[in-house]
């Protein structure tokens, strides 16, 4: 007799109980799919007095959490982000709320026309489906997420940190409250049953019972989930932003811009990375830019013609023209003109954002039309990449990918589309 | 000393082979997405001109392939679907005409809005990029699929089945004529070096190359594709596609529709392949419906109420309500209501085409709202499932993802946006 595989047994009894979560999730989201828009607001806003009346087992739980990633050396960011105090709930309450107050994107008609054989048809926005979400260590994220996905009318399983576990066990039973008082169903979102990381390989399997991946975290998650994943994955890999002053730039824009552009919070993915000058302005132009960055304790990295306009600029290496830094470092080169702007950001960016500044239409034109990216301004900072700052409401993230939902991704982001066609009886020839 | 390892050198070949062309794409690419619609407009004709100019050349190639063919022994239907002749060689020319004769879709505004803070934000049609497109042996897909890759702004990387390399490449010679003559680069529609299989295996992992990928064939096809592929997928795999026909129908109606849908021709995606109706209705309309399907050599599986109906009706196994026949057969079972026919479709459905036929509009309204495919019809025929039908111009193929396109896939679904933001020097507080 062989002895029982424990380990086999445990992953069995995984897939056996995610299968589960996917089939629950299937039928919740079937019913969330015709829900109005009123009974899923209502949910939200039930959801966020939930969280609220809940807030001393919301503390009880997170102090577990944080007990135990204390224990096991977590450092204090990390702690940090872990961490639930009144504020951080009544923000998760707050943020469900000015959910319920977005436009329900479900079942509107993005387009209708007739046909000459009297066909009539309509394009209608429907739900996704089903929505995984892999996120690391802010609890919140479960709230948002779970949010965003009822409002959007798709069921949600969530898979959040293993560190705050309890705390979104602790959200996840606020938000089922408030769905049971709207009389939607519980599994319109769940989270996955275990804190083991073998819960992300089962549902990047499933394509059967979700549709759509969607993984927030930093670059390693991101890249494991897109080389994983059997199910199309939106998600936000890189952000290497550019600032280009152009020469027909206003020198106090220009330094306004991109101070802003870097400096305003260096860690979010629409912080500018790289700074381009075109060579005609950068005696006039470069040094007040460099004089306000040092100034405000940003290193600088620049090319051979930069470094001879202050001794504070420090050699770049080609890494530097792709490195997302997320921190008070830029690389700073100098450019003939707009097309050789052009051409290096579709070279070294990663197609997120970018910006030009200059007083020159026709430049800003050609920039705009040519830069591959999500997102391009003229004459604004780079930190306007973001869901709320573009009128869009909360964001599940920015996407970079190309396909179904580029740049930030809201509630409209969430769903798809179905053909409606009502005829008399059409036959195709 | 080693002896040269011959399959390792030609699999590196053909690696260093498949990244130029992948390079020459993007660079070809960034022209193209800033063409106007009249230079690709002229391409396009010039590539139908040089289709029509070189038929004799498609022939002779065509031969060759043929040749080929059938001392490999293909059968009659795939030497069908491989043979070029001059009607087939003018279909590949005017189709390319029709292309040039549609709207374009790249740099339409989709949506345009101001911000409280000044901010202007438009969404603007941008082409997707690198299109990989991968398919069997109908040679004809060649110039379809570059002629749409070429009207979005795409470039295209193809690889047609092996059986049909000379005709394709003869075919791609055209089409880089008509490009050199509208001054565009022919590297906005490359075919892959050979006909290897493994050149398949090359674009599916070239995720920094293609942006996206799209299969054309039989399952086997697809389902290799999407287990395989780094890049995202854009792809038709089944069409197990319904009508319900409900209490409340014209009968006159409920046959024409249900005889259409399933006979006009079978091997199409859009063709239905399960037929439900409403128990009461059964005996009144259904013996009708049997009597036209038999009458026209249609194979009936249906279930034991049905069989009851009629001795020409076969048993229905479990499997039947899932299959997609592709042929003369179809499967037949009885429903309490549209509840239960909307049940059984979105259980058994591929989520691509189904259509109700019945005079009680409560009842249509349910069924368009709850059964979650991709088209779906009241009162007509599931063969309009299709991109000329619904006035959308010539189609890659039907996608039966969720994301990005979903049902016909034509320009428009070969495009992504940018979001292009103008403004005054704004910053982010």
């Known amino acids: 007799m062989t002895p029982p595989d424990t380990a086999t047994a445990t992953r069995n009894d995984l897939h056996a109980q995610m299968i589960a979560l996917g089939e629950a999730a299937r039928a919740a989201m079937q019913e969330l799919a015709s829900a109005t828009a009123d009974r899923k607001n209502a949910a939200l806003r039930a959801c966020a007095a939930a969280i609220r009346a809940g807030a001393a087992g919301l503390k009880a739980a997170n102090a577990e959490d944080m007990e135990a990633a204390g224990a096991r050396g977590l450092t204090g960011a990390m702690l940090d982000r872990l961490m639930l105090d009144d504020a951080r709930i009544e923000a998760m309450a707050k943020g469900l709320e000015e959910i319920a107050a977005l436009d329900d994107p479900v079942g509107a008609v993005m387009a209708e026309w007739d046909r000459p054989n009297g066909l009539h048809i309509a394009r209608v926005r ?13 609890p919140n994220v479960t709230a948002d ?52 990381r073998a819960a992300v390989g089962e549902m990047l399997t499933m394509s059967g019972h979700i549709d759509v991946i969607v993984p927030r975290g930093g670059k390693g998650l991101i ?19 550019h600032v280009y002053v152009d020469g027909a730039a206003d020198p106090a824009m220009a330094v306004s811009v991109v ?26 132009i470069l040094p007040a830019i460099i004089e306000d960055l040092a100034a ?16 504070r600029v420090v050699p770049a290496a080609e890494a530097d023209w792709s490195a997302e830094y997320l921190d008070a470092v830029i690389s700073v080169k100098q450019v003939a003109d707009v097309d050789e702007a052009i051409a290096h950001i ?8 970018d ?6 239409e026709a430049a800003a034109g050609r920039f705009l039309e040519r830069v591959d990216s999500a997102i391009v301004l003229h004459n604004a900072s780079t930190q306007f990449a973001d869901g709320g700052e573009f009128g869009m ?22 769903t798809t589309f179905k053909y409606v066609v009502r005829g008399a009886g059409q036959v195709r020839p």
């Open 223 to 241: 890249e494991r989930v897109q080389n994983e994943s059997r199910i199309p994955v939106i998600a936000h890999l890189d952000g290497n932003c």
């Open 145 to 196: 997420a779970g949010g965003l996905c009822l409002k959007s009318g798709n069921a949600a399983i969530l898979r959040g940190g293993s560190e705050s576990f309890r705390s979104s066990t602790a959200i996840v039973a606020c938000l089922h409250r408030g769905l049971r008082e709207a009389g939607l169903p519980e599994a319109a979102v769940q989270q996955v049953p275990t804190s083991d």
């Open 346 to 353: 579709n070279r070294y960016g990663s197609h997120h954002t």
């Open 126 to 138: 429907v739900p996704l489906g089903v929505i995984g979400i892999i996120y690391e260590s802010r």
């Open 355 to 360: 910006s030009i500044v200059t007083g020159d």
């Open 259 to 284: 101070h802003n552009a870097k400096m305003r919070r260096t860690g979010v993915c629409g912080a500018a990375e790289s700074l381009l000058v075109a060579r005609g302005a950068a005696a006039s």
């Open 296 to 311: 405000s304790g940003c290193e600088i990295r620049g090319d051979e013609a930069t470094r001879a306009l202050d001794p």
């Open 393 to 414: 409401g909360a964001e599940i993230g920015i996407s970079t990918g190309r396909l179904h939902a580029r740049g930030p991704v809201g509630v409209e982001q969430l």
